[in-house]
């Protein structure tokens, strides 16, 4: 079992639409997650971080936490074609070895379409 | 506030060949991250500096790769006798501790390496 996983994609949503990226991660402990956005050839940006269960909104952005399903969401409302790009999750964990570096996903490929 | 620099953006070498790779962080950072991305692959961990100590290694980091932070501010990372499956996209990062902050990661531009 891969310690992130993302569905890879790409996930496709029209302009306008809600995109709904999916993340879940194996180590129950984990503490901190993060949303990246990457274009293609690119390094990753921060777009979020969120630490407690519930949601937390920025913009048009909101990431979603439930630690007990180990399961954490990134929505995207009223999507654009600049939002096209990769999304990675990505998690810090507390125990030894794990509580500094971030464990990423594969990253989801989102395509916004005209 | 300037953001991670790293240098060069991309290099190109032989097999066999020694290669570096600078990484300046966000000023009073004191953690610095190397990372490494393969196409289709999310970052995967290299080690990092807490100032200017080495407090981590992956065990991805072979004893053809070193890293140092001399003096708690840039960082290199050297690859000795590069091998084709060294080509990949090098990130670096940097994030602060303190109290009130979470220890985010802001990553720089990246260096691609292409081993030939």
């Known amino acids: 079992q891969k310690e992130v996983e993302q569905n890879s994609g790409p996930l496709s949503v029209p302009e306008g639409a809600i995109a709904s990226l999916n993340c879940t991660y194996s180590?129950?402990?984990?503490?901190?997650f993060f949303w990246y956005r990457q274009y293609s050839g690119k390094s990753p940006e921060l777009i979020m971080s969120?630490?407690?269960?519930g949601d937390k909104e920025d913009g048009r952005f909101t990431a979603q936490l439930n630690k007990a399903s180990q399961y954490v969401s990134l929505l995207i409302r009223d999507s654009q074609p600049s939002d096209s790009a990769t999304y990675l999750c990505a998690v810090k964990g507390i125990r030894a070895g794990t509580a500094s570096k971030l464990t990423f996903g594969t990253g989801t490929r989102l395509q916004v379409t005209l | 506030d300037t953001g991670v620099s790293q240098d060069p953006r991309h290099k190109i070498t032989k097999r066999g060949q020694n290669v570096t790779f600078r990484c300046d962080p966000i000023?009073?950072?004191?953690?610095l991250y190397w990372y490494r991305q393969t196409l289709g692959q999310g970052p995967e961990f290299l080690t990092y500096?807490?100032?200017?100590?080495?407090?981590?290694k992956s065990r991805l980091l072979s004893n053809r790769f070193s890293a140092e932070r001399p003096k708690g501010s840039f960082s290199t990372l050297e690859i000795q006798r590069t091998e084709q499956g060294d080509s990949a996209m090098y990130l670096c990062?940097?994030?602060?501790?303190?109290?009130?902050?979470?220890?985010?990661?802001?990553f720089g531009p990246g260096t691609r390496l292409t081993v030939l």
């Open positions: 180590d129950r402990v984990s503490q901190s």
């Open positions: 969120i630490y407690s269960n």
């Open positions: 000023s009073e950072h004191n953690r």
């Open positions: 500096f807490q100032n200017e100590a080495q407090l981590e």
């Open positions: 990062a940097s994030s602060y501790t303190g109290l009130g902050k979470g220890d985010t990661q802001y």
